[in-house]
Nanobody
Framework: QVQLVESGGGLVQPGGSLRLSCAAS????????MGWYRQAPGKERELVAT???????NYADSVKGRFTISRDNAKNTVYLQMNSLNSEDTAVYYC?????????????WGQGTQVTVSA
Protein backbone atom coordinates (compact mmCIF):
# COMPACT_ATOMS: atom_id res chain seq x y z
CA GLN A 1 0.00 0.00 0.00
CA VAL A 2 1.34 3.40 -0.98
CA GLN A 3 1.40 6.28 1.44
CA LEU A 4 2.40 9.92 1.20
CA VAL A 5 3.00 11.35 4.64
CA GLU A 6 3.40 15.08 5.08
CA SER A 7 4.94 16.85 8.04
CA GLY A 8 6.20 20.28 9.04
CA GLY A 9 3.05 22.35 9.12
CA GLY A 10 2.06 24.58 11.99
CA LEU A 11 1.51 28.11 13.20
CA VAL A 12 4.00 30.78 12.19
CA GLN A 13 4.10 34.55 12.43
CA PRO A 14 4.05 36.74 9.31
CA GLY A 15 7.50 36.92 7.82
CA GLY A 16 8.46 33.58 9.28
CA SER A 17 9.50 30.32 7.66
CA LEU A 18 8.41 26.70 7.60
CA ARG A 19 9.71 23.59 5.86
CA LEU A 20 7.27 20.93 4.74
CA SER A 21 8.27 17.36 4.01
CA CYS A 22 6.45 14.58 2.20
CA ALA A 23 7.73 11.02 2.17
CA ALA A 24 6.40 8.35 -0.16
CA SER A 25 6.46 4.75 1.00
CA UNK A 26 5.25 1.38 -0.24
CA UNK A 27 5.89 -0.78 -3.27
CA UNK A 28 7.00 2.03 -5.53
CA UNK A 29 9.03 1.26 -8.63
CA UNK A 30 9.53 4.80 -9.79
CA UNK A 31 8.53 8.36 -8.90
CA UNK A 32 7.87 11.02 -11.47
CA UNK A 33 6.81 14.57 -10.79
CA MET A 34 6.17 15.52 -7.19
CA GLY A 35 4.46 18.65 -6.05
CA TRP A 36 2.73 20.74 -3.44
CA TYR A 37 -0.77 22.11 -3.63
CA ARG A 38 -2.79 24.11 -1.14
CA GLN A 39 -6.40 24.80 -0.34
CA ALA A 40 -7.53 27.76 1.70
CA PRO A 41 -11.00 27.89 3.30
CA GLY A 42 -13.66 28.57 0.69
CA LYS A 43 -11.20 28.31 -2.17
CA GLU A 44 -10.27 25.67 -4.70
CA ARG A 45 -7.10 23.64 -4.38
CA GLU A 46 -4.27 25.35 -6.25
CA LEU A 47 -0.80 24.42 -7.40
CA VAL A 48 2.07 25.78 -5.33
CA ALA A 49 5.12 24.12 -6.86
CA THR A 50 6.20 21.02 -8.74
CA UNK A 51 9.50 19.28 -9.37
CA UNK A 52 10.21 16.64 -11.97
CA UNK A 53 12.41 13.59 -11.51
CA UNK A 54 15.09 15.58 -13.30
CA UNK A 55 14.73 18.46 -10.80
CA UNK A 56 12.98 20.89 -13.11
CA UNK A 57 10.79 23.15 -11.03
CA ASN A 58 7.65 25.17 -11.54
CA TYR A 59 6.09 27.69 -9.14
CA ALA A 60 2.87 29.59 -8.79
CA ASP A 61 3.45 33.30 -9.32
CA SER A 62 2.28 34.02 -5.79
CA VAL A 63 5.16 32.06 -4.22
CA LYS A 64 8.02 32.71 -6.64
CA GLY A 65 11.06 34.02 -4.82
CA ARG A 66 9.70 32.94 -1.43
CA PHE A 67 9.21 29.16 -1.69
CA THR A 68 11.67 26.53 -2.83
CA ILE A 69 10.77 22.97 -3.76
CA SER A 70 13.38 20.21 -3.68
CA ARG A 71 13.50 16.44 -3.55
CA ASP A 72 15.69 13.63 -2.30
CA ASN A 73 15.19 10.70 -4.65
CA ALA A 74 17.06 8.32 -2.36
CA LYS A 75 14.51 9.03 0.37
CA ASN A 76 11.44 9.33 -1.90
CA THR A 77 10.88 12.69 -0.27
CA VAL A 78 9.89 16.12 -1.50
CA TYR A 79 10.37 19.32 0.49
CA LEU A 80 8.90 22.80 0.42
CA GLN A 81 10.90 25.56 2.06
CA MET A 82 8.58 28.48 2.69
CA ASN A 83 10.01 31.88 3.58
CA SER A 84 8.50 35.33 4.07
CA LEU A 85 5.15 33.80 4.86
CA ASN A 86 2.06 35.99 4.96
CA SER A 87 -1.58 35.47 5.85
CA GLU A 88 -2.49 34.58 2.27
CA ASP A 89 -0.32 31.49 2.59
CA THR A 90 -2.63 30.08 5.24
CA ALA A 91 -4.05 26.84 3.89
CA VAL A 92 -3.93 23.07 4.05
CA TYR A 93 -0.92 21.97 2.03
CA TYR A 94 -1.10 18.70 0.12
CA CYS A 95 1.66 16.65 -1.40
CA UNK A 96 1.09 14.92 -4.72
CA UNK A 97 3.28 12.36 -6.44
CA UNK A 98 3.10 10.62 -9.78
CA UNK A 99 4.04 7.02 -9.03
CA UNK A 100 4.78 3.91 -11.06
CA UNK A 101 3.63 0.96 -9.01
CA UNK A 102 3.11 -2.08 -11.23
CA UNK A 103 2.15 -1.30 -14.77
CA UNK A 104 1.17 2.33 -15.00
CA UNK A 105 1.61 5.84 -13.64
CA UNK A 106 -0.95 7.13 -11.13
CA UNK A 107 -1.26 10.25 -8.99
CA UNK A 108 -1.32 9.91 -5.23
CA TRP A 109 -2.10 12.53 -2.60
CA GLY A 110 -1.07 12.98 0.99
CA GLN A 111 -3.52 13.71 3.78
CA GLY A 112 -2.59 17.37 4.06
CA THR A 113 -0.86 19.50 6.67
CA GLN A 114 -2.19 22.78 8.02
CA VAL A 115 -0.13 25.94 7.68
CA THR A 116 -1.42 28.97 9.55
CA VAL A 117 0.26 32.36 9.29
CA SER A 118 -0.91 34.66 12.03
CA ALA A 119 0.41 37.12 14.57
Amino acid sequence: QVQLVESGGGLVQPGGSLRLSCAASGSIFNIGTMGWYRQAPGKERELVATITSGAMTNYADSVKGRFTISRDNAKNTVYLQMNSLNSEDTAVYYCKANLWLRSRWDDYWGQGTQVTVSA
